[in-house]
């Protein structure tokens, strides 16, 4: 009888300030992969939605049922026997472990940095989105960059989407099975 745990399939955060690319790289890690993507800003209570849209921004109160919801996301996906790529700002280091212990330790990020001018560009173009270019300054204030930390693809995002995507799923790769990517 083979005792050996099945290895939960791996989930993938694209993470970053407001305006890095988070939704577009990984809609397109997912297609990729064959893997969900779960879109995280949805996952907002509305008050936290409501508040960034009048330019005020979140505490770390108002972020952690959000960070909790998308747990259980990623926790549904493995127990359905299924990668995830989900988007989220995953800011804080104290934020990223909390998605690791949801996770299982079966978590990999994927950091999409670059300038304040490029990012403020980008979010001052774009249209239909909920967060105001004003508060980029106040992510990047709570930003901890997830330097030295285990199972983080840093990504730059002065380049094509479809460069941004090729480091990513690079970065990402190791031992891959059906279903998503799997910790090696």
Same mark, same amino acid.
Request: with cysteine; net charge positive.
């Given at each position: 009888m083979n005792l050996e745990k099945k290895a939960l399939p791996l989930a993938v955060v694209v993470m970053g300030v407001s305006g890095c690319g988070k939704s577009s790289?990984? @809609?397109?890690v !997912? &297609? $990729?992969?064959?893997?969900?993507?779960? @879109?995280g800003d949805q996952l907002h209570p509305v008050a936290n939605v409501?508040?960034? !849209?009048?330019? *005020?921004?979140?505490t770390d109160d108002d972020r952690l049922?959000?960070?909790?919801?998308?747990? &259980? @996301?990623?926790?549904?996906? $493995?127990r359905a026997s $299924? %990668?995830?790529? *989900? =988007?989220? =700002? &995953?800011l804080k280091k104290s934020y990223r472990d909390r998605l690791r212990q949801a996770a299982g330790g079966r978590l990999a990020f994927v950091f999409? @940095?670059?300038?304040?001018?490029?990012?403020? =560009?980008?979010?001052? %173009?774009?249209q239909g989105h909920f967060m105001p270019a004003s508060l980029l300054d106040s992510q990047l204030q709570t930003l901890e960059p997830p330097t030295d930390e285990a199972s983080v693809v840093t990504v730059a995002i002065d380049m094509s989407l479809d460069d941004m995507v090729a480091l990513a799923c690079e970065g990402l790769r190791g031992a891959t099975?059906?279903?998503?990517?799997h910790a090696g």
């Open positions: 790289v990984g @809609e397109r !997912a &297609a $990729q992969n064959g893997m969900p993507f779960l @879109e409501e508040k960034m !849209a009048k330019g *005020i921004p979140l049922p959000w960070l909790d919801r998308i747990g &259980a @996301e990623i926790k549904t996906a $493995q $299924q %990668g995830l790529v *989900i =988007s989220c =700002s &995953a999409l @940095e670059g300038s304040r001018d490029l990012l403020l =560009s980008r979010m001052q %173009g774009r099975v059906k279903g998503g990517f």
